[in-house]
Structure formats: C-alpha cells, structure tokens
C-alpha cells in the first residue's frame, strides 16, 4: 500500500506526538532503504530493474549521490510509495505500531547546479565512470526507449546509443553495455533530463533534441552528442536558455 499522508497535513501534524527536538530525521536515503526493504529487494534487484549498478543505489541510499527527476518516478513506482514522501518526508503518517505516529520531515538537499546538470547529471562523476567501465545494464536503455519515443527512429537510437538497433535486441536483458555504448547512453539520457528541465516535458526536450538550433550553428542536439565537445556546446545552450539567454 503507498505511503500517504493525510488530505489535511496539518491537522495530522497536529494529532501526531511532537518529536523530540534531537531526534535525527530520516533522510531521502535512509527513506528509500527502508521502503526498499520493506518490499523485500536487495540493493543489487533493485539496481537491476532501475537499469543502475548497485554503486549507484548504494551512492542514493547513502547520501552521495542523489537520483535524477525520471529516476525518482520509477523510484516511487518500484517501492510503492508517495513521492513527497520519499524526497522529502511529509504527507506520509506512518503506519502505528510499526514505524510510530511521528510525521517524518527529513528533506533532501535541494538541487543544484552542480547536483542535477549536465550528461552526466544525476550522479557523482566517478561513480558514473566505474558503471561505465563496469559495463551500464542494458535495462538502462529499455527505460529509455520506454520513456522516450523518438528512439524507435533506428537512426536517432544509434546516435543517442551509439549502436543499431539489430545489435540491441541481439543483447540478452543481463547483458551489459559496452564502455562505448554505455557511455553514450548516459550521456544522451542527461541531456534530456536537463532539456526536459528547461523545456517543462520530455516531449518538448525531444523535440528540441531532433530540431536544427540556431545557436548550435543549426546542426541538431541530437547529432552533437556523438562526442563529449558536440554534448558540451549543446549542455551550454540549455544552460544559458534556462536562465533566459537564448543567443
């Protein structure tokens, strides 16, 4: 059953005990740890039907990194639960006798720029660079291809993947990406969150991804992101549109 809170937060509050002014409040990881265990995976089955490595998980629940915002909505599906409450707490009076009537108010960092941008945004860039030597699951670019449909266009799958799409549905569902192919899917997959930032969808990120930009010399996004350079012009674009400069 999903955690949520009261239609009226503030009478629950109200109702609920006071915690103690020194109790630590649990934190965006210690509340995906416990929902995790809760539905009985293990960081490693977890890390699996997320399409991450177990680093990464283990990097979440830890405090180290921190997911991205598509990342946060398979999160909240996978462990049933509210995500107000997961990020931050609130709207979840947890169920008595097991966790206490406490309304729980840890919150997450907010997100910053140097947090939540760029191709590799949604996790510290050395542990991006050991799920990338280690080999990317090849579960990463079916969220993908679920969550993104321009890239049934085999064209547009291989720039943003970096193979075709015969060779994708040659690879078995434990199979892991090539540091190349891994790489490149990583990379395409922040540029769109960041695009999908900026632009209030993933629809219109796509559709800004598959459109000639003035500003890129009137190449498309997508066909820079072959090379770390063409995804680092693009990235500055997005940057400078989100804070209203748009040549």
Do not use: C
Not at 154 to 167: C, E, H, I, L, Y
């Amino acid at each position: 059953m999903k955690r949520q809170g009261s239609s009226d937060p503030g009478q629950a509050a109200a109702s609920s005990p006071e915690a103690p002014s020194d109790m630590a409040q649990p934190t965006f990881g210690e509340r995906m740890r416990t929902a995790r265990h809760d539905t009985g995976l293990t960081a490693g089955a977890f890390a699996e039907k997320l399409g991450v490595t177990e680093t990464i998980v283990r990097g979440w629940e830890g405090g180290d990194l921190h997911p991205g915002t598509d990342q946060i909505d398979h999160i909240v599906g996978l462990l049933d639960v509210s995500t107000p409450w997961l990020l931050e707490g609130r709207d979840d009076a947890f169920a008595a006798g097991k966790y206490g009537d406490v309304i729980l108010a840890g919150a997450v960092p907010p997100v910053s720029a140097e947090t939540d941008r760029g191709a590799f945004a949604s996790e510290n860039k050395i542990a991006v660079h050991h799920e990338i030597v280690d080999g990317v699951p090849v579960q990463t670019v079916k969220l993908l291809l679920d969550n993104v449909s321009a890239l049934k266009d085999p064209d547009v799958f291989q720039k943003a993947t970096g193979m075709s799409m015969r060779t994708y549905h040659r690879k078995n569902v434990s199979d892991r990406l090539t540091p190349a192919q891994g790489e490149r899917t990583l990379r395409f997959r922040g540029v769109h969150e960041k695009a999908a930032e900026v632009f209030g969808s993933g629809e219109a990120a796509t559709d800004w991804l598959l459109s000639p930009v003035l500003a890129l010399d009137g190449e498309r996004p997508v066909d820079l992101l072959e090379t770390d350079v063409g995804a680092r012009s693009v990235e500055d674009v997005l940057t400078r549109m989100e804070y209203g400069v748009y040549t």
